[in-house]
């Protein structure tokens, strides 16, 4: 039997560290977001002054005992956590129960008139609405009339460097870091690329589905929803399914809600992208494109751990295409892998061809070459595997 690696899971405790940062100091700075992005009344205020103290100083406290996931949270780790330092258990997990606690300090799960608002919506609305949407839009018109192989590299990249744009990465990163790279010294680049193993993927038929499970709303859900619209569009695959997270999660991660924002956007603007907003419209009314929020979606596991009926879901399509960096450390398993580690063999598991298309923003990664892995450090000082300005195409399950 072919060994499966393993290595170190990833824990936030070690002062100094990336994991360390996110909890010390991010999770602080998105209760201070979420409180300035509405009119919260004392209790709400009360509820993040508590969650703020036991994230930053306390311990992992249970879920009310009539919260409606509770027995889906105890089962995904919180009956051997809780009364634990949110730095000695998993990085992934933390970070996960963090959001669970901070939507409930807002009212999002009521019953309440909070319920069901978006602490993040304002923030993922002022991007969709930036000009600097639009001209990423307007860039459409000059693909029209491209031949098919020249579009679609454009748009698969299009999606793969849209990770970038993702709010919660932006409150910690150096604006540098999170704009387009430090100039003149790490040009964005894609570090490992099998980008014809995912083309040669879907059938030339165009009998295939498409599984995508998005990331980010606002400006990576956009490129996403125009790759599929094209292939869809160009007969590249028949069916697409978008999966989406069922409720608001790591700041700017897409909802249905998001869907809709991000659709109707589209159909509204103005050039060659209304009509990728309008077959994305028709796609969804006749059934072609669907939108999935699956539970797990917004679990703090690994891919590994994923239910049966998810498993059946993915198996179900011809490829699946994970977007961005926490897709990514979910799919992999959030572990200090040698960055040699062959990403076949940590995805092993997965249930059909798998690709991820990911910007680089933890230190998690796999499947690169020795001679990229010395290069980088040499020149770069770890700054590349979370800086946001190295990518990576990888296929595996082919
Ligand atoms: O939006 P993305 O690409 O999933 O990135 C979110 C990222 O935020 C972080 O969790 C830190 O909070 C990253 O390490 C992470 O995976």
Same mark, same amino acid.
């Given at each position: 039997?072919?060994?499966?690696?393993?290595?170190?899971?990833?824990?936030?405790?070690?002062?100094?560290?990336?994991?360390?940062?996110?909890?010390?100091e991010?999770?602080p700075?998105?209760i201070?977001?979420?409180?300035?992005?509405?009119?919260?009344? %004392?209790?709400?205020?009360?509820? !993040?002054d =508590? /969650?703020?103290?036991?994230?930053? #100083?306390?311990?992992? +406290?249970?879920?009310? @005992?009539?919260?409606?996931?509770?027995?889906?949270?105890?089962?995904?780790?919180?009956?051997?956590?809780?009364?634990?330092?949110?730095f000695?258990?998993p990085?992934?997990?933390?970070?996960?129960?963090f959001?669970?606690?901070?939507?409930?300090?807002?009212?999002?799960?009521?019953?309440?008139?909070?319920?069901?608002?978006?602490?993040?919506?304002?923030?993922?609305?002022a991007?969709?609405?930036? %000009?600097?949407?639009?001209?990423? !839009?307007? =860039? /459409?018109?000059?693909?029209?009339? #491209?031949?098919?192989a +020249?579009?679609?590299? @454009?748009?698969?990249?299009?999606?793969?460097?849209?990770?970038?744009?993702?709010?919660?990465?932006?409150?910690?990163?150096?604006?540098a870091?999170?704009?387009?790279?430090?100039?003149?010294?790490?040009?964005?680049?894609?570090?490992a690329?099998?980008?014809?193993?995912?083309?040669?993927?879907?059938?030339?038929?165009?009998?295939g589905?498409?599984?995508?499970?998005?990331?980010?709303?606002?400006?990576?859900l956009?490129?996403?929803? !125009?790759?599929?619209?094209?292939?869809?569009?160009?007969?590249?695959?028949?069916n697409?399914?978008?999966?989406?997270?069922?409720?608001?999660?790591?700041?700017?991660?897409?909802?249905?809600?998001?869907?809709?924002?991000?659709?109707?956007?589209?159909?509204?603007?103005?050039?060659?992208?209304?009509?990728?907003?309008?077959?994305?419209?028709?796609?969804?009314?006749?059934?072609?494109?669907?939108v999935?929020?699956?539970?797990?979606?917004?679990?703090?596991?690994?891919?590994?751990?994923?239910?049966?009926?998810?498993r059946?879901d993915?198996?179900?399509?011809?490829?699946?295409?994970?977007?961005?960096?926490?897709?990514?450390r979910?799919l992999?398993?959030?572990?200090?892998?040698?960055?040699?580690?062959?990403?076949?063999?940590?995805?092993?598991?997965f249930?059909?061809?798998?690709?991820a298309?990911?910007?680089?923003?933890?230190?998690?990664?796999?499947?690169?070459?020795?001679?990229?892995?010395?290069?980088?450090?040499?020149t770069?000082?770890g700054?590349?595997?979370?800086?946001?300005?190295?990518?990576?195409?990888?296929?595996s399950?082919?």
């Amino acid at each position: 039997m072919p060994e499966i690696p393993t290595a170190p899971v990833l824990l936030g405790g070690e002062p100094g560290s990336f994991p360390h940062g996110v909890l010390a100091e991010r999770h602080p700075a998105i209760i201070r977001q979420v409180r300035e992005a509405f009119p919260y009344g %004392p209790e709400q205020h009360r509820a !993040l002054d =508590a /969650l703020l103290e036991s994230c930053t #100083a306390g311990v992992i +406290e249970p879920l009310p @005992a009539d919260a409606h996931d509770r027995d889906r949270w105890q089962a995904w780790g919180l009956a051997a956590y809780e009364g634990r330092s949110w730095f000695d258990v998993p990085w992934l997990w933390s970070e996960s129960y963090f959001y669970r606690l901070l939507l409930d300090a807002v009212g999002y799960f009521g019953p309440g008139p909070w319920q069901g608002i978006d602490p993040f919506r304002p923030a993922k609305l002022a991007e969709l609405d930036a %000009p600097d949407t639009d001209e990423e !839009l307007a =860039a /459409l018109d000059d693909l029209e009339g #491209a031949a098919d192989a +020249e579009r679609s590299t @454009a748009l698969l990249h299009g999606s793969l460097w849209g990770n970038r744009a993702d709010l919660g990465f932006r409150l910690s990163a150096s604006s540098a870091d999170a704009g387009a790279g430090r100039a003149g010294q790490d040009a964005p680049r894609v570090i490992a690329d099998d980008s014809d193993t995912l083309w040669s993927l879907l059938p030339p038929s165009g009998t295939g589905t498409l599984c995508l499970v998005a990331d980010n709303a606002g400006r990576e859900l956009v490129p996403d929803l !125009l790759l599929v619209a094209d292939l869809l569009a160009h007969g590249r695959v028949e069916n697409a399914v978008l999966h989406v997270k069922p409720y608001p999660y790591y700041v700017s991660d897409a909802t249905t809600a998001d869907v809709v924002d991000a659709v109707r956007r589209l159909t509204a603007a103005p050039g060659a992208v209304r009509g990728y907003g309008r077959r994305l419209w028709s796609a969804m009314a006749d059934g072609r494109l669907t939108v999935r929020a699956h539970p797990f979606s917004c679990s703090p596991l690994p891919y590994a751990e994923m239910p049966g009926d998810l498993r059946e879901d993915f198996a179900a399509g011809t490829l699946t295409v994970l977007k961005g960096d926490l897709n990514y450390r979910r799919l992999v398993g959030d572990r200090r892998w040698p960055p040699t580690t062959p990403f076949g063999d940590v995805t092993g598991y997965f249930p059909g061809p798998v690709a991820a298309l990911r910007t680089l923003k933890s230190e998690v990664v796999t499947g690169l070459d020795a001679r990229t892995e010395a290069a980088l450090d040499a020149t770069e000082d770890g700054h590349w595997r979370t800086s946001g300005t190295h990518a990576v195409i990888q296929v595996s399950g082919a």
